[in-house]
């Protein structure tokens, strides 16, 4: 509900002297203040505030007056009293309505304000002037409220509010909250916040923790949170707010709906299927289709009424997902994977023919279109019990049940077969005990306990045996070009994930000397646990069709698991996160409002790995370490002025430092691979064993290993048992000077209301984390062996006579790799932001605005191996990655958000979404030029040769010089201006960008009114409106064929150079993309 009402004026005050003695003495009270009170405990919760003055008739202030809050719709009250200045805030209040705020006085006639509504972060303004009694009769009373439109001035720039009337209005294609977040002009795709990595950020629902841990976000289902059970979120980008802790670029926050007075409910159903969506996408492929049904209910209501209410919520979904595994080419000519690599049809049909040698059904489909059943199942429950005037409890839970099978993410979706596909399940929940106490007029205490939990787990569907990799070539239109199948994964299968955060938060908010405090404390300790069978079951490498059909593997490689170390039960390691804070608002002059926060964070690694004395001998690091970082003193500040007192022209601007957070799946590989568990085992082809006799590999008898898991090879073929030297294996091992990341953050924002309805303005954002967290091999020699003159004087760590595909660089051969997981890289966002809104008649809005965003810092971290981009040097402090691009970069991105009014009970709201995004990188094939070992040896950036230059044709020869410009005349020109402007240098990682692209959604619905209360909500959602339009457009055009630009093809050990193939289809474009899909909702309110 948007409301205008009168404003009051400010008081006029004048002198220049005055002003700045006053602004002075503010600063410094407020440093002192932030800095000397004693902390308890807090939180970020609703942030929903009703502040206001009380004067007289000569507009003198009402000391002492009476001021009474109250909900009319849970009995919910709350009483104050004004303060010295007449002034009196209540604060953290339960959202909903509507609210009476009453205010009384002896000697003074009574005045109320009625029918306020509250929503998360608003601040709601009303001003009392009181008359006395004997001018009663005349009935005099002034009330002046700023509400609705207005009441989010002082997070205008912060944060983006998403309400009940965006969920009732808005399409969500998955029905989940998490679809709406495209609301905010600072996000391009995702929750990457600024275009940089989400897993950084926080979560939180009713003021508690809602991040998974081991990977960060809120957890592998769709939705943990019915958005039945929501009542609105944010997403908070710039909040210098104390209790907003841990997240580096921001992160979300959501409100649950609770229980009233009045008994209501709904029953719910929404569907989607094949008949309601394209039978084609824009590739002019036949698809599938899929079908998606949800169905609910949601029921609240009193208990007794204005003391208990409760609230319970059930969503339940079915979805035949539709998704495919090499059928990414409508040319017949040839297979296109999902990563881009292609193989002719006669290579892949001889490829098909012999997977059944492996014990795969030569009747499964492996390649094409598939459907897969998805369930997932949501509960909600909640009770809000007011236990007299003064306390408040809430109890509230929600739990989650998903399953989804054949599941093809990662490797097996880029490169896979059906028959690598696996099981996936997660489940979790989060609880909440919120204790809400108004201590004294002037002082309010919050208690939350909560607890969150997430278990995921990855099914085996067949016997236990090793992975299938055919790494080889094929010709394609002539050209000869690289490609990877994959029919046996199983790489991480079977595992398990779990992680239990336990939270104890507090809240005490103190109105002293007509300022705003907040002092406390934020307390978490996760524990997470988990079995990770990565790598334990062996894989075996094809170099090239014949030898897969053959069944002649030419490398196998293996976790070999010792005697005595098999992983029964999950290991588990926890993280305790502490923190104190302080916090004081107050205005320093007329009409501007700052506040001075000071916040503490410790985090404590309080489980050690056990002892491995041989790390310490060969490279000097212990692993058994309990790293603990002290170092987190974030001060922050944030200004709001309202130029002129007029509440025209709105001004905020804030700047901080914040902890940002970890995920826990690398500290648990600390326990798991402490290089006491697993032996390595590595052996190619041609190898020779100590003795100079040839390596024979084992032959793949997948009928053994089905049956017998101890059959899969392993014992007699570790280093010690060839008598090649000690068992290499890897050690994963925390950094015992590990930091947490470090973020600075600052914003400044300029607001106009043109009108009581229309606002325009702008803001600017600058966003820099450091210590961010890295996997660096500590086992690598910096000693540079020679440099790759010609192509920017790249460093190799291995002889000239060792360079080879698969070289290895180390300093200690006790490991083949020793993964420190420390600090390193930083990343940084540059943001500007123009918007418009208008709040217009009957419920209708209308919002637009547009970013120019830059992302930087490649961040390339996978949880658990070093996947850096290399370009001259492993050893540059990060500065290659940290001038990249992050993968999660958008440029630009211009947002449109209709709301039509209600006519006849028919409501259109529409979401036009305009964004350049998607990051590309020019890499060289999978060749580990340097010896560094990092993972699939596919992050070496490409050093871009000059075709122009003579020196490229000494170096690289005529056709190279011809196959280079072939990609420059005919790649997408946005993937040829990439090229151009790295000529002579290694490649921007993530330098290249994707055209723009567009999405029309929409959705028009109709509510029906029954007899009283009783009412039938219908909508239609459309998504891809344009293709719905026409069948031509509602697509992009993506870059693709960017996996490489180049191969190599050969090394010459007398001019140490490399000699690569250019891959000519670099870069190049299609129009492609999904159709449109209609689903259709009703939905029964009582």
């Not at 009283?1012 to 219908?1018: K, N, P």
């Amino acid at each position: 509900m948007h409301r205008f009402a009168t404003f009051a004026q400010h008081p006029i005050r004048s002198g220049h002297a005055r002003i700045a003695t006053t602004l002075g003495r503010s600063i410094a009270g407020s440093l002192i203040a932030a800095i000397i009170l004693p902390g308890t405990l807090a939180a970020q919760a609703t942030d929903a505030s009703v502040h206001g003055s009380v004067v007289a008739s000569d507009s003198m202030p009402v000391a002492g007056a009476n001021v009474i809050l109250r909900n009319e719709s849970t009995g919910f009250q709350s009483a104050t009293l004004a303060g010295p200045t007449g002034d009196f805030a209540f604060s953290q209040l339960p959202l909903g309505g509507p609210y009476s705020v009453s205010v009384s006085m002896l000697g003074y006639r009574e005045a109320s304000e009625v029918g306020v509504q509250l929503s998360q972060g608003e601040r709601v303004e009303v001003r009392f002037e009181l008359v006395t009694e004997a001018l009663a009769l005349e009935g005099i009373e002034v009330v002046g409220t700023v509400a609705g439109f207005r009441s989010r001035d002082r997070r205008l720039s912060s944060s983006t509010s998403i309400d009940q009337s965006d969920l009732r209005t808005l399409p969500a294609a998955d029905r989940t909250f998490s679809n709406l977040q495209q609301l905010s002009p600072l996000i391009g795709s995702g929750g990457n916040i600024f275009g940089q990595q989400s897993r950084n950020n926080s979560i939180l629902i009713d003021g508690v923790n809602a991040r998974e841990a081991a990977f960060g976000g809120s957890g592998d289902s769709p939705y943990k949170l019915s958005m039945e059970a929501l009542r609105e979120f944010e997403v908070v980008t710039n909040s210098y707010d104390v209790t907003d802790g841990r997240g580096a670029f921001g992160g979300i926050r959501a409100v649950t709906r609770s229980g009233t007075n009045r008994l209501e409910g709904s029953i719910f159903a929404y569907h989607q299927d094949e008949r309601l969506a394209a039978r084609q996408d824009l590739l002019g492929r036949d698809v599938a289709g899929q079908t998606k049904s949800q169905r609910g209910f949601s029921l609240g209501g009193p208990i007794i009424r204005d003391k208990l209410h409760f609230f319970v919520a059930y969503d339940g979904e079915r979805f035949a997902e539709q998704f495919d595994m090499w059928s990414q080419s409508t040319d017949d000519t040839y297979y296109q994977s999902n990563e881009g690599e292609r193989v002719s049809r006669e290579d892949m049909d001889r490829l098909l023919a012999a997977v059944p040698q492996y014990g795969i059904d030569p009747e499964q489909q492996q390649i094409g279109f598939f459907q897969r059943d998805v369930t997932l199942d949501t509960y909600f429950g909640r009770l809000d019990w007011q236990i007299d005037n003064r306390h408040r409890l809430t109890v509230r839970s929600f739990s989650d049940s998903y399953s989804r099978p054949n599941m093809n993410n990662s490797d097996i979706g880029r490169y896979g077969t059906m028959s690598a596909a696996y099981d996936f399940t997660n489940s979790g929940n989060n609880t909440l005990a919120h204790l809400r106490s108004q201590l004294s007029p002037t002082t309010l205490n919050e208690l939350r306990i909560g607890y969150f939990s997430n278990d995921r787990g990855n099914r085996i569907t067949t016997g236990r045996h090793p992975q299938l990799w055919v790494l080889a070539q094929s010709e394609v239109n002539g050209e000869l070009e690289n490609f990877t199948f994959m029919p046996r994964y199983n790489r991480w299968t079977p595992e398990t994930q779990i992680a239990r955060t336990l939270s104890l938060t507090n809240n005490t908010h103190l109105r002293w000397g007509g300022n705003d405090v907040v002092i406390g404390t934020e307390n978490t300790y996760t524990r997470s646990e988990g079995i990770y069978t990565h790598d334990t079951q062996g894989r075996f490498d094809f170099f090239s069709i014949e030898a897969f059909e053959n069944m002649q593997p030419d490398r196998y490689r293996r976790k070999h698991t010792n005697p005595g170390q098999e992983l029964v039960d999950p290991v588990d390691a926890g993280l305790a996160e502490l923190s104190a804070y302080a916090q004081l608002t107050r205005e320093l002059v007329p009409d501007l409002e700052a506040t001075f926060g000071l916040r503490y964070d410790v985090a404590i690694f309080t489980t050690p790995a056990d002892y491995n004395p041989v790390l310490e001998e060969e490279l000097g690091y212990r692993n058994d370490v309990n790293p603990v970082d002290f170092t987190n003193i974030q001060p922050r500040l944030n200004l709001h002025w309202d130029l002129g007192g007029r509440g025209r022209d709105i001004v905020n601007a804030g700047v901080g430092l914040f902890m940002g957070q970890t995920v826990t799946r690398p500290y648990i590989y600390s326990m798991i691979d402490n290089g006491i568990r697993f032996t390595e085992v590595d052996v190619s082809r041609g190898d020779m064993d100590g003795n100079g006799a040839s390596i024979p590999l084992p032959t793949p008898d997948y009928t053994s290993y089905d049956s017998d898991y101890s059959s899969i090879p392993g014992d007699g073929l570790t280093d010690q048992d060839l008598g090649r030297g000690s068992d290499a294996q890897v050690i994963r091992f925390l950094d015992e000077d590990l930091k947490m990341p470090r973020a600075f953050r600052a914003h400044a924002s300029y607001h106009r209301y043109l009108t009581d309805w229309l606002r325009v303005g702008g803001s600017a954002y600058f966003a820099h984390v450091s210590r961010l967290h890295v996997m660096e091999n500590v086992n690598l020699p910096d000693q540079v062996q020679f440099t790759v003159e010609g192509e920017g004087g790249r460093e190799v760590y291995v002889p000239v006579s060792q360079v080879a595909p698969q070289a290895v660089a180390r300093k200690s051969e006790q490991f083949a790799d020793a993964l420190m997981y420390t600090n390193g890289n930083s990343a940084r966002s540059t943001s500007l932001v123009l918007d418009a809104t208008a709040a217009l008649t009957g419920g209708s809005s209308i919002s637009a605005s547009y970013t120019f965003n830059e992302a930087r810092g490649g961040d390339r971290f996978r949880n658990e191996d070093d996947q850096r981009f290399v370009g001259a040097s492993y050893f540059d402090d990060y500065s290659f990655i940290n001038d990249a691009y992050s993968e999660n970069d958008f440029r630009h991105k211009l947002l449109l958000n209709v709301t039509s009014p209600t006519v006849g009970g028919w409501q259109l709201g529409t979401l036009i979404n305009l964004r350049q995004q998607g990051r590309f990188s020019a890499l060289v094939g999978r060749y580990d030029l340097s010896g560094t070992r990092i993972r699939e040896e596919v992050g070496y950036a490409a050093f871009v040769f000059d075709p122009d230059d003579p020196g490229t044709r000494d170096v690289q020869g005529d056709q190279f010089v011809e196959d280079m410009r072939f990609v420059l005349d005919n790649a997408h020109p946005n993937a040829a201006e990439y090229l151009r402007d790295n000529f002579g240098e290694y490649a921007t990682a993530y330098g290249g960008i994707n055209p723009w692209s567009a999405s029309v959604d929409l959705r028009l619905t109709n509510e029906i009114q029954l007899l009283g209360s009783h009412r039938i909500l219908l909508h239609v959602d459309a998504f891809n409106l344009l293709n719905l339009i026409s069948d031509s457009r509602g697509g992009n055009d993506n870059i693709i064929n960017t996996a490489s630009l180049y191969d190599v093809e050969s090394f010459d050990p007398e001019t140490q150079t490399f000699q690569y193939r250019v891959n000519r289809d670099f870069g190049q474009s299609r129009y492609e993309g999904s159709g449109f899909n209609l689903a259709l909702g009703a939905k029964y309110i009582f």
